[in-house]
């Protein structure tokens, strides 16, 4: 049975949407950005057109006119009995709105470490070995296993292999450890903005999720987080604590305290992606937050090597893994072995790697943030020391409207809201210092003339005092 969106949410997921003309193709737009952000399901019953015609205040032409560049597109279906009905988004609809030979600085991934190739041609060297082999693993190769636990080791949280399952990346262990751990509408206490795909993830177990604001400059709101564990008492609480995504901020041991004591005092186990903590770009970050405690930690290679290569691992106690284990097999079979394998070289060459990537996305911030100053000084661009984005914030509520003009021109970003788990970041966008610097230049000069036309006849705010992490939700 489709879900049903009513006119009155649509709304207010459309937000400033009215920002180019003819009104048709802009509201259809504005729906396209929303299903391409996810932001509406696939087989969502849109309102019918006098519905939201009458929300927004428009004619039915208009609407219909919408609908209908929707379903040319291939975003919309027309089902009877249920009206006009968002669509899977394959390849094929996506490409129809998207210029794939333009930016894409929707996926904040890195290119790959030059030295991968090589490692890789070491690795396909030994193939007879490796095809002796069954091809996979459920819980991992014991020489992988084993190094990525001296590396916990080395950094203060003793880790034997036993703790230690490899996963075909990061988002397969959240979707395991979601499966195994939560049942329908157990609380999820979860960072507002947060990764899209972790909230996706625990959406899709049934759970309700509970939203504690963290901002780039005035980080986690620990009174917020506080009385959530206190009046929800959520089976887990997601955290990404070094260099989170997408505000780059590094979790300060006072803050990582209070969130340990507050998940012990109401029993609920912390979740700790550490997949951007290894990228420090510059600068003090802090002591490493949650060394001790028995929470579990997610990791993987593809921030730091490659997002095409898919490992990643949990750590967590000895129960815990024999659990994930016996439930996996629900969802795959295994690791595959010549993963495993380059997988094994590169751990060993972790120290050597990272370095080299710090410099990579060194260049990339530091070329982002001089372009935004000179073209945008209006916007307030946070001071980062890691991680792979940048959370600017933009002083008006027209992320999605700026991200829809600028698609239409080339760069495609994803807007404030894809990142929120109540609502709203309208006035905040993700902007990623991973491409080239040519790249990231290019892509500020698209963002300033698509932020003049956005703006145009818009009553901007005066610059006033920053937001608190609370009132940066707007």
């Known amino acids: 049975m489709d879900s049903r969106l009513s006119a009155r949410a649509l709304v207010e997921l459309l937000g400033l949407w009215r920002t180019s003309e003819p009104a048709f193709d802009a509201l259809a737009d504005g729906i396209r950005l929303l299903c391409l952000d996810n932001r509406i399901a696939p087989e969502t019953a849109l309102p019918a057109e006098r519905e939201l015609a009458a929300a927004l205040g428009v004619s039915r032409t208009t609407v219909a006119a919408a609908y209908r560049g929707l379903r040319a597109t291939g975003h919309i279906v027309s089902r009877q009995g249920s009206g006009s009905v968002t669509r899977p988004l394959g390849r094929t609809a996506a490409a129809r709105w998207f210029d794939h030979g333009g930016i894409d600085l929707q996926q904040a991934s890195p290119p790959a470490w030059p030295g991968l190739p090589a490692v890789i041609a070491e690795v396909a060297g030994s193939a007879t070995s490796l095809v002796s082999r069954s091809g996979y693993d459920i819980l991992g190769h014991a020489e992988l296993r084993a190094a990525i636990a001296d590396r916990y080791t080395v950094q203060g949280i003793d880790t034997v292999p036993e703790q230690v399952m490899v996963t075909n990346g990061a988002q397969h262990a959240l979707n395991l450890i979601a499966g195994t751990l939560l049942r329908r509408a157990d609380r999820v206490l979860i960072e507002t903005p947060t990764y899209p795909h972790a909230a996706e993830t625990f959406r899709r177990a049934g759970s309700r999720l509970v939203g504690v604001p963290v901002d780039a400059r005035h980080g986690w709101d620990l009174d917020r987080a506080v009385q959530a564990f206190s009046r929800t008492a959520p089976v887990l609480a997601y955290l990404m604590p070094q260099f989170q995504n997408p505000t780059g901020r590094w979790m300060s041991t006072e803050e990582s305290s209070v969130f340990a004591r507050a998940a012990h005092d109401a029993g609920s186990v912390l979740l700790i992606d550490e997949t951007t903590a290894d990228l420090r770009v510059d600068g003090p970050a802090g002591p490493a937050p949650f060394t001790t405690g028995p929470w579990i930690r997610v990791g993987s290679l593809g921030k730091s090597v490659w997002g095409g290569l898919r490992i990643g691992w949990i750590r967590a106690d000895g ?36 370095p080299q990537r710090s410099a990579l996305l060194r260049t ?26 940048l959370w600017v914030e933009l002083g008006a509520p027209l992320s999605s409207a700026l991200v829809m003009d600028a698609t239409r021109h080339g760069l495609h970003l994803s807007a404030g809201p894809r990142f929120a788990v109540e609502g709203g970041h309208e006035r905040h966008l993700r902007i990623p210092f991973t491409a080239e610097a040519r790249e990231l230049a290019r892509a500020v000069d698209i963002l300033e003339e698509s932020w003049r036309r956005v703006t145009a006849g818009v009553d901007l705010p005066a610059a006033g005092p920053r937001p608190t992490p609370a009132e940066a939700l707007v």
């Open 319 to 354: 129960d815990l893994i024999r659990r994930l284990r016996a439930a996996r097999t629900s969802h795959d079979l295994g690791t595959p072995d010549l993963e495993q394998a380059i997988a094994t070289r590169v751990v060993a060459r972790l120290d050597e790697i990272l």
């Open 364 to 389: 990339g911030r530091d070329t982002l943030t001089t372009a935004l100053a000179a073209a945008l000084p209006e916007w307030s661009v946070p001071e980062v020391h890691g991680g792979v984005a």
